[in-house]
């Protein structure tokens, strides 16, 4: 398996998403950030400090980052995990469950017009969606 961010819990509540997990495949040394990647734009990037003791790592975002003037009706940032070198993509993978995307449903928290829901992809990786105007 290749290495990278083992998502064990996300939590999304109180206009902040919070991630726990473990670093896989690869050394965890060093000062490690959770990096978001704007999917339409892989240029837009937001990055947050990762707490981290040994292999084990803590972060989270306030959902309110996430806003934009440009936004689709609906956008997709990636979760990445890094240290400025590697860059790992954030997912579940150690565990049995496949097809996460169907099974882990979690609650979407507004930031203004903006509506922002952590979600597993269809290769049970983490990403986030938002979603601009209508109701929660």
Same mark, same amino acid.
């Given at each position: 398996?290749? %290495? !990278? ?6 939590? &999304? ?5 919070? $991630? ?6 690869? &050394?965890?040394? +060093?000062?490690?950030?959770?990096? /978001?990647?704007? =999917?339409? !734009?892989?240029? =837009? ?8 003791? +040994? ?5 989270? /975002? &306030?959902?309110?980052? $996430? ?12 979760? !990445? ?6 860059? /790992?993509?954030? +997912? ?6 496949? #097809? ?6 979690? %609650?979407?928290?507004?930031? #203004?017009? /903006? ?12 990403? $986030?969606?938002?979603?601009? +105007? #209508? %109701?929660?």
């Amino acid at each position: 398996m290749r %290495p !990278h961010a083992e998502i064990a819990e996300v939590w &999304p509540r109180d206009g902040h998403i919070r $991630l726990v997990g473990r670093i896989h495949g690869t &050394p965890a040394d +060093g000062t490690w950030h959770l990096l /978001l990647t704007r =999917r339409a !734009h892989t240029g =837009r990037t937001l990055r947050y400090a990762a707490a981290v003791e +040994g292999d084990r790592f803590e972060t989270e /975002l &306030p959902v309110g980052d $996430l806003t934009a003037d440009d936004y689709a009706p609906v956008e997709e940032w990636d979760v !990445h995990l890094t240290d400025g070198e590697v860059e /790992l993509r954030a +997912g579940r993978h150690l565990d049995d469950v496949r #097809g996460k995307k169907k099974i882990f449903v979690y %609650p979407e928290q507004r930031a #203004g017009d /903006l509506r922002v829901r952590p979600y597993f992809t269809i290769k049970d990786n983490l990403s $986030l969606e938002c979603r601009t +105007g #209508g %109701p929660a």
